[in-house]
């Protein structure tokens, strides 16, 4: 079945620094891929998405590109902030019934 | 603004006692879903309505039982809480369009003494 792997956090990173999460899956055809992010106490937000092979998603300064050659959906973003601390959660949609899979979550602390 | 919206955001219950989880949304999707999240983990989906046809997920315990009156409205019944019921409880939306967005409400917290 698909499958998506995230790697483990915490990630900490002092602001400013250059953030990127890992993300690689595993599924049959060409799913959607998705970002998620979860502030603490907070439901899901959806960050960015894309649909397609090397589709760029971003949204806030954050960036993901759809890569099929590796089955990867990393998130980047080049400056982060405090504000940005939360669980990142890698996600994708394989099917009519629009049922997402989910990597385990990053959770990144960024410290001032 | 169209949005998913969860009531209450913190519900408390004792063991045992029945409890009901509410979410509305106004951006008129068809499908509308139920996750369970504890706590550092990935959401789990318990059961979505694709419009009024209920899919429960294989796992998803008989003491979780979820409602559908209109295509705005959706509840999840809790019937006997247990300890292990406690947990973030998500309700989620989307269009009924292949490999489409889901998009989320705020969540409710559930507290079971």
């Known amino acids: 079945g698909d499958s998506v792997t995230q790697m483990e956090g915490p990630v900490t990173l002092s602001e400013e620094a250059f953030l990127t999460i890992n993300c690689t899956y595993t599924?049959?055809?060409?799913?959607?891929l998705f970002w998620y992010v979860q502030y603490p106490g907070e439901g899901l937000q959806l960050l960015l998405k894309a649909t397609k092979a090397d589709d760029k998603g971003s949204n806030k300064g954050f960036e993901a590109t759809y890569r099929k050659e590796t089955t990867s959906f990393h998130l980047e973003k080049g400056s982060v902030q405090v504000s940005d601390s939360a669980v990142y959660f890698c996600a994708l949609s394989n099917n009519a019934g629009n049922m997402l899979t989910f990597g385990g979550g990053t959770r990144l602390m960024v410290k001032p | 603004d169209a949005m998913v919206i969860q009531n209450p955001r913190y519900q408390v219950t004792q063991f045992g006692k029945p409890v009901t989880l509410s979410c509305s949304q106004t951006?008129?999707?068809?499908?509308m879903y139920w996750y369970q999240q504890k706590s550092s983990q990935a959401p789990k989906l318990l059961f979505h309505?694709?419009?009024?046809?209920?899919?429960n997920e294989a796992d998803t315990p008989d003491n979780f039982q979820s409602r559908r009156p209109n295509t705005s409205f959706c509840f999840l019944d809790i019937r006997s809480p247990g300890l292990g019921d406690a947990a973030m409880y998500l309700c989620?939306?989307?269009?009924?369009?292949?490999?489409?967005?889901?998009?989320f409400g705020p969540g409710t917290r559930l507290l079971v003494l």
């Open positions: 599924a049959t055809g060409y799913p959607s």
């Open positions: 989620a939306t989307s269009t009924a369009v292949v490999q489409e967005t889901q998009y």
């Open positions: 951006l008129n999707h068809n499908v």
């Open positions: 309505y694709y419009d009024k046809d209920f899919n």
